[in-house]
């Protein structure tokens, strides 16, 4: 049974003073701990030893004697053998005498399971606790069925290999680094057979992890991940905000499709099957008149959200977009958290969420001006899960 919303509250009570902000120390922590610099708060990451050195060393924070920030954005990495031992007893009590609130990002449900963050992570959240595990592909309740009961466009599903006669795209874990991706495009059966055998063969994919793996049509189109933000502490008709819009860099897709088309098909078997590990991120703008239709889908994801998962999203969020050649969108993956392409804006903003707040407001820095907000407001548990 997840973690009672309740019990998570009254671990506030536990915190005296201004609470300290902490993340997994991976994914986009760098934003979280840059935007809670910016707005006065102390900052805690949570590292795993031998990845350390990012925040330990290079952007570790430099006060003045009044605790102005001069240099880096870190005041403490947290060194853990392994990400996993954060849900040990010992280490939930440091953290909760460290007074630190927790902003989840991809790495926190990834080197810990669902259970645990949802059972085990006695820590309060900033964010949709148990909106987390929709974001498994692999489960039976996940965020397809939210947009389904949205009304929102997403890629048709097809329900056997067997079935697959155009275009998709075949979704699955890595076959030897279980936090990346696995996935690879075919047109047929065939086809089908023949990557996912020498993907097999290769170590890419896992035979067993097929039967599970999700097939969708692929929508031909550029990418835009749309990086929203809900405050529960405004107005409902002014609670959401798009904080910035980003576009991913793949590896080995990336470099594949930079090259003209018969230099792809001179390429081996190994080459010509693209990987899609995310290695980077760029910052985007959409056409202006495509923006009624982005805060359409993102108040119509809301409010469905706050239906079928009281209290609802909380803070920020990402809906996945490909805009195909009629300009029409298709959700292909939904973030229930803090994106993982906001590092783009750390510090500097982006045009959307700086048009809006007339400053830089990256969504490390939003995030952070919320939980400000509450303390402020006396209402630091409407945030917490």
Same mark, same amino acid.
């Given at each position: 049974?997840?973690?009672?919303?309740?019990?998570?509250?009254?671990?506030?009570?536990?915190?005296?003073?201004?609470?300290?902000?902490?993340?997994?120390?991976?994914?986009?922590?760098?934003?979280?701990?840059?935007?809670?610099?910016?707005?006065?708060?102390?900052?805690?990451?949570?590292?795993?030893?031998?990845?350390?050195?990012?925040?330990?060393?290079?952007?570790?924070?430099?006060?003045?004697?009044?605790?102005?920030?001069?240099?880096?954005?870190?005041?403490?990495?947290?060194? +853990?053998?392994?990400?996993?031992? &954060?849900?040990?007893?010992?280490?939930?009590?440091?953290? *909760?005498? %460290? !007074? @630190?609130? =927790?902003?989840?990002?991809?790495?926190?449900?990834?080197?810990?399971?669902?259970?645990?963050?949802?059972?085990?992570?006695?820590?309060?959240?900033?964010?949709?606790?148990?909106?987390?595990?929709?974001?498994?592909?692999?489960?039976?309740?996940?965020?397809?069925?939210?947009?389904?009961?949205?009304?929102?466009?997403?890629?048709?599903?097809?329900?056997?290999?067997?079935?697959?006669?155009?275009?998709?795209?075949?979704?699955?874990?890595?076959?030897?680094?279980?936090?990346?991706?696995?996935?690879?495009?075919?047109?047929?059966?065939?086809?089908?057979?023949?990557?996912?055998?020498?993907?097999?063969?290769?170590?890419?994919?896992?035979?067993?992890?097929?039967?599970?793996?999700?097939?969708?049509?692929?929508? +031909?189109?550029?990418?835009?991940? &749309?990086?929203?933000?809900?405050?529960?502490?405004?107005? *409902?008709? %002014? !609670? @959401?905000? =798009?904080?910035?819009?980003?576009?991913?860099?793949?590896?080995?897709?990336?470099?594949?499709?930079?090259?003209?088309?018969?230099?792809?098909?001179?390429?081996?078997?190994?080459?010509?099957?693209?990987?899609?590990?995310?290695?980077?991120?760029?910052?985007?703008?959409?056409?202006?008149?495509?923006?009624?239709?982005?805060?359409?889908?993102?108040?119509?994801?809301?409010?469905?959200?706050?239906?079928?998962?009281?209290?609802?999203?909380?803070?920020?969020?990402?809906?996945?977009?490909?805009?195909?050649?009629?300009?029409?969108?298709?959700?292909?993956?939904?973030?229930?958290?803090?994106?993982?392409?906001?590092?783009?804006?750390?510090?500097?903003?982006?045009?959307?969420?700086?048009?809006?707040?007339?400053?830089?407001?990256?969504?490390?820095?939003?995030?952070?001006?919320?939980?400000?907000?509450?303390?402020?407001?006396?209402? @630091?548990?409407?945030?917490?899960?």
């Amino acid at each position: 049974m997840a973690l009672d919303r309740k019990t998570a509250q009254k671990l506030l009570d536990m915190y005296p003073g201004v609470p300290t902000i902490g993340a997994v120390a991976s994914h986009s922590a760098l934003d979280i701990f840059d935007g809670a610099v910016a707005e006065g708060f102390r900052t805690f990451a949570l590292c795993q030893r031998g990845r350390e050195n990012t925040y330990a060393h290079y952007f570790q924070a430099t006060r003045d004697a009044v605790g102005n920030v001069l240099k880096g954005c870190v005041d403490e990495a947290h060194v +853990l053998d392994k990400f996993s031992d &954060l849900v040990k007893s010992d280490q939930l009590e440091r953290l *909760r005498n %460290e !007074g @630190l609130i =927790l902003v989840p990002n991809r790495a926190l449900s990834s080197y810990l399971t669902i259970e645990e963050v949802e059972e085990k992570l006695m820590l309060p959240m900033v964010g949709s606790r148990e909106m987390l595990k929709l974001e498994e592909r692999t489960k039976d309740e996940n965020y397809t069925k939210l947009l389904e009961r949205a009304k929102l466009p997403y890629p048709p599903s097809i329900a056997e290999p067997k079935s697959i006669d155009g275009l998709c795209i075949v979704k699955l874990p890595h076959g030897q680094k279980p936090l990346e991706r696995g996935f690879f495009t075919c047109a047929s059966y065939e086809e089908y057979q023949k990557k996912s055998e020498a993907l097999v063969k290769k170590g890419t994919i896992q035979e067993s992890d097929l039967a599970n793996a999700k097939i969708e049509k692929y929508i +031909l189109g550029p990418v835009f991940n &749309l990086n929203f933000f809900f405050s529960p502490l405004s107005a *409902r008709f %002014e !609670g @959401l905000e =798009l904080m910035g819009v980003d576009e991913r860099m793949e590896s080995s897709l990336d470099g594949l499709v930079r090259l003209p088309a018969d230099q792809q098909l001179s390429l081996g078997d190994e080459e010509r099957i693209p990987g899609y590990r995310v290695v980077g991120h760029a910052s985007i703008t959409l056409r202006e008149s495509l923006l009624e239709e982005v805060f359409r889908m993102g108040e119509k994801f809301v409010d469905t959200a706050r239906d079928m998962y009281p209290p609802g999203i909380i803070g920020p969020f990402c809906l996945q977009t490909v805009i195909d050649k009629d300009t029409k969108f298709s959700i292909f993956d939904v973030s229930l958290r803090i994106g993982g392409g906001t590092n783009i804006h750390m510090s500097l903003g982006h045009p959307y969420g700086n048009t809006l707040w007339r400053a830089p407001m990256s969504t490390g820095r939003r995030v952070a001006l919320e939980i400000r907000r509450a303390l402020d407001g006396g209402n @630091l548990d409407e945030l917490v899960t």
